[in-house]
């Protein structure tokens, strides 16, 4: 369960900016805008999300985790614009740069698979420390219905593929990868040696003794 309840400005040279309206009525005025054309650049959110999960994994070196879950995400963006600025500012606003509202309850399915491939590195990121970094693909996708009457009004971002319109509810899948940070050229020499170590076998020293 998590919740968050904020208020989200943006800020320019240290100071909060404003929305200024580029629109036909507002650009026609010389010099600075009137103020039925600006509003604070900020926005309210309030988001709740709250899961039960179920996962069954298979597999040893190659993971494949299957998870049964039941999810509440609720998210409403705000605005309190002053009684100055004009309706339709304030509508351009919400239109161009404030999240659309989005509550999804119902079950999900997903599908996660990695590989349980570490190489050991030690003065990589950190000095005198020594560091795992996992190997492999990293790869995760997920399944739900999004009903309608719940007051959805907006896909999920990161959701690709056709969704259903019929009946009371839309399908919905999304899949995701994770994200690897680009290293430079020697360091990922200096991986490639730790993985190379790590999948080579053991070598045996054989010692002679000799009698003169």
Request: net charge positive; with cysteine.
């Amino acid at each position: 369960m998590a919740w968050q309840d904020a208020v989200l400005r943006r800020y320019v040279n240290g100071s909060l900016s404003d929305y200024v309206d580029t629109s036909p009525r507002c650009a026609g005025t010389s010099g600075p805008p009137p103020a039925r054309c600006v509003l604070p650049f900020q926005f309210r959110s309030r988001i709740y999300t709250t899961s039960y999960e179920v996962t069954r994994s298979f597999g040893w070196d190659l993971k494949h985790d299957f998870t049964l879950a039941a999810t509440l995400n609720r998210a409403v963006y705000e605005i309190n614009a002053p009684a100055t600025t004009d309706a339709q500012t304030v509508a351009d606003f919400v239109s161009q740069d404030v999240p659309v509202s989005d509550t999804r309850v119902g079950p999900s399915l997903q599908y996660h698979t990695y590989q349980r491939r570490f190489v050991r590195v030690i003065d990589f990121d950190t000095l005198a420390l020594q560091e795992d970094y996992r190997l492999g693909h990293d790869i995760v996708a997920r399944v739900y219905p999004s009903f309608r009457g719940s007051g959805r009004r907006a896909t999920s971002s990161g959701s690709t593929g056709p969704r259903s319109t019929r009946g009371p509810c839309e399908m919905a899948f999304s899949a995701s990868r994770s994200s690897r940070r680009r290293r430079s050229s020697s360091r990922r020499r200096a991986v490639r040696r730790g993985a190379d170590r790590a999948r080579a076998p053991p070598t045996r020293r054989s010692s002679r003794r000799r009698i003169s």
